[in-house]
């Protein structure tokens, strides 16, 4: 058995984040975020994981035709000035004091992006930044689209909440793109201490390997996978996740807790078959007549919970984490070059949809 | 909304046994296999599952070298009769029985396959018999073999078992074919009734489909998906897993509840990300001085348990399920052909081991 791999400490938060309301300014939402952000510095924060849409309310719980009310909830990004969101007025502020705290961020948002040509596409994102380099080192755009385009209409009569992502968002077109975190753990081996080094012997030593995933995205053992083929050690993850799913039965308590059981299970299973640890963060509690589950958690490698919240408001979770604990499922389990068998999952991309086998006679 | 599907009932059972020691002679096994099968009729049951390598005792515990030896565990099958084992009688009384009370089998055996050339390979195997039809429907060589060619060096002290079913087996070369089990439930549409119509409407209406894993497969996403993708609902699966799980943590108490921790989750996350029934059955209990967990396990296709063994040994669990219940998730949260963005999971199949992103600097 290899001896036990270096502790590979990082100490993060969870940004559990209350409702945002529709009639909330920006103002008094960048200030709750700022508070978040201040706390999980003050307990030895290297990164704070703020939730999906963490700038306004979601929503597309709404059908919104008017353009101009419509833009109001995107952020401006373009092929000319990628991160303009670390620039806005109306965000900057976060930006600012993560650099001045040395503190990374994961910040979920809606953006509205001109390409070259002038098309405009609109995403709904994430970014990694980070405050030591007081630069975006990652973006993520949410490819697993939930809801429907239109609305559906309720036939339940309890008032059934919409989810139009699908009519807001296009699908992300940047895939499951894992990068490394700059310097957020001590003594990571750099590029010039691989030289000549067999890349199998560096695994797991570098800076530490981070997967971005929204919401819906964790239901989906794709996108963990993809990730956990990049070595990741760490998935962020936030989301606003409806509490009253009337495709369930039952009661809506009953209902929530359907919703928070399957929310677990899906970040639960990809941690421990991808070896990784998650940190998953809600916009959680009564948002605009919308009820959010809460729940955010972090796993660890084991599936295994580290923490969770307790509130359904603004909520600081922090934790410290190691993460070389990824390596013993990484090397044994799920060391995927000894056990995977990818010439029998043609299917998984050959065929998007279902295809059942013929009827029998 | 569609309209709630009509109901789709199948008494089935989940034949758990006990160990099977090296000394146990094989009468004496299907004696226990044959109470268990009368057992699971008496009670209604369409349909028994046994656990993986159900004839034997879990031999890939050993290093076994003696061919004679080694022989007695397989049941030997060829291009020229693949389905030996019915008419072996070493096993036919099993199959015999399973005719007369007209009830479908799934049960695992190692099987060694000489080819066309004459060229002899040994599987994990599994098949699935149908009573009504006398007759072997599919087969299922395990793909996702665990542990190691050869025995690891104990550096523990406790005596840890060898785990050597990559020395012992060749992967699976028959892939991830779901079937159709025939007449397993009532009213199902035939081939006929198929005429002119879109196949999306039969979703769901035809005999039931059907996909066999083997133990360690059911951690692996990739292989559920392969299923789920072609409307299975119903995944049946038999495992003997270690309870003594020496790279965890702690006694062997808390190893052996980790051991079920992990079961439990994969087959659950499975069964909820596929929207389908599972059906886990073990060889449990200590086998030969090597102790399996139990937990034989229903899921239903929300992740929720619909039944669990309670002892480690020979035990019948008869339940009634509803297929139907699979349509909701199929048709809502897992839409595949809605939600999957398949061309960013070229990953999966591109690649089979990890690669981690480049070193910083």
Request: glycine share 8%; charged share 25%; proline share 5%.
């Amino acid at each position: 058995m290899a001896t036990k791999p270096a502790p590979r400490l990082l100490t993060l938060a969870a940004a559990q984040m209350g409702p945002n309301q529709l009639a909330d300014t920006r103002e008094s939402i960048l200030t709750r975020m700022l508070t978040l952000l201040n706390t999980a510095a003050s307990q030895g924060a290297k990164l704070v994981v703020f939730p999906e849409l963490a700038l306004t309310t979601f929503f597309p719980r709404w059908q919104i035709d008017d353009p101009v009310k419509k833009a109001e909830f995107f952020e401006p990004e373009s092929h000319d000035d990628p991160h303009a969101i670390t620039k806005s007025p109306r965000v900057k502020v976060l930006f600012d004091r993560a650099t001045e705290l040395g503190v990374d961020l994961y910040l979920g948002y809606a953006e509205r992006w001109t390409d070259k040509q002038g098309q405009v596409t609109d995403y709904n994102a994430t970014l990694y930044y980070s405050g030591k380099e007081a630069r975006v080192v990652s973006k993520y755009r949410k490819v697993h689209l939930p809801g429907t385009k239109e609305p559906i209409e309720d036939q339940t009569g309890r008032g059934v909440e919409q989810q139009l992502e699908k009519r807001y968002f296009t699908p992300g077109d940047l895939g499951f793109q894992a990068f490394r975190a700059p310097g957020l753990v001590d003594g990571a081996l750099t590029a010039s201490d691989a030289a000549g080094k067999d890349p199998k012997e560096l695994e797991g030593k570098g800076d530490p390997i981070v997967g971005m995933v929204i919401c819906n995205d964790r239901r989906w053992a794709e996108a963990w996978r993809c990730y956990g083929l990049q070595g990741a050690e760490l998935i962020l993850d936030g989301y606003n996740t409806t509490a009253y799913a009337p495709q369930y039965d039952g009661t809506r308590e009953e209902q929530e807790a359907e919703a928070l059981f399957h929310h677990r299970l899906s970040c639960q299973s990809g941690s421990y078959t991808n070896a990784c640890f998650s940190v998953n963060v809600a916009k959680c509690g009564i948002e605009d007549g919308g009820s959010l589950i809460a729940g955010s958690i972090i796993y660890d490698p084991d599936g295994h919970v580290v923490a969770e919240s307790k509130t359904k408001e603004d909520e600081c979770i922090v934790v410290t984490v190691d993460l070389a604990k990824c390596r013993r499922g990484k090397e044994r389990v799920f060391a995927f070059e000894k056990h995977r068998r990818t010439e029998h999952y043609q299917r998984l991309i050959e065929q998007k949809g279902v295809v059942e086998p013929p009827l029998l006679g």
